[in-house]
């Protein structure tokens, strides 16, 4: 369940609320004013890790070695929390917590990336029931090598005891 899939790096550009494609494996998202990897399980496609799949500190020791199409300083993606000063642990189905379903705040930029930028749905809805129009998989969007169950490590130890975010 360790799975590494996302790093990005800092970039500047303007805001136009889309994913760019700058090519070589590089997906810009000017909302975030980050870009991603396209190769969401590059450990594993580079050859570092066997099946991509790492813990916690060694996925962050990943990251930050990392040099890809000429850049360095990598990292993983951070979840503030939602409120912007204390993470709320509570559980919530819509997304006013930093536990549960259907966070869009840009504090989490796995979340925003996932249902603001993809636009996906989670499984439960905001009122806590299966969404009908749920559906597996949701809108990858430019994103490739996605491996199953889809749990991403963050870059924050303090998010929460298991640093992993489950999508959707």
């Known amino acids: 369940f360790n799975v590494f899939a996302l790093a990005i790096l800092f970039t500047v550009s303007g ?40 813990n916690w500190v060694d996925a962050n020791a990943w990251a930050d070695q990392l040099v890809y199409a000429g850049f360095d300083g990598w990292r993983l993606p951070r979840i503030l929390p939602v409120d912007g000063t204390q993470y709320n642990d509570d559980w919530s189905y819509d997304g006013s917590t930093d536990r549960g379903y259907n966070n869009r705040s840009s504090n989490s930029e796995m979340a925003h990336l996932y249902y603001e930028t993809l636009g996906n749905i989670g499984y439960f809805n905001t009122q806590g029931n299966p969404d009908p129009n749920w559906t597996f ?10 491996i199953s169950p889809y749990i ?17």
Do not use: C
Not at 137 to 146: D, K, R, V, Y
Not at 152 to 165: C, I, L, Q
């Open 152 to 168: 991403f490590w963050s870059g924050n130890a303090d998010a929460f005891d298991d640093h992993a975010r489950f999508l959707p």
């Open 15 to 54: 805001a136009n609320a889309e994913l760019h494609d700058r090519g070589n494996g590089l997906i810009y998202d000017d909302v975030l004013d980050i870009t991603w990897l396209q190769d969401v399980n590059y450990s594993k496609t580079s050859g570092y890790h066997y099946d991509g799949r790492m």
């Open 137 to 146: 998989p949701q809108n990858l969007g430019p994103f490739e090598n996605f």
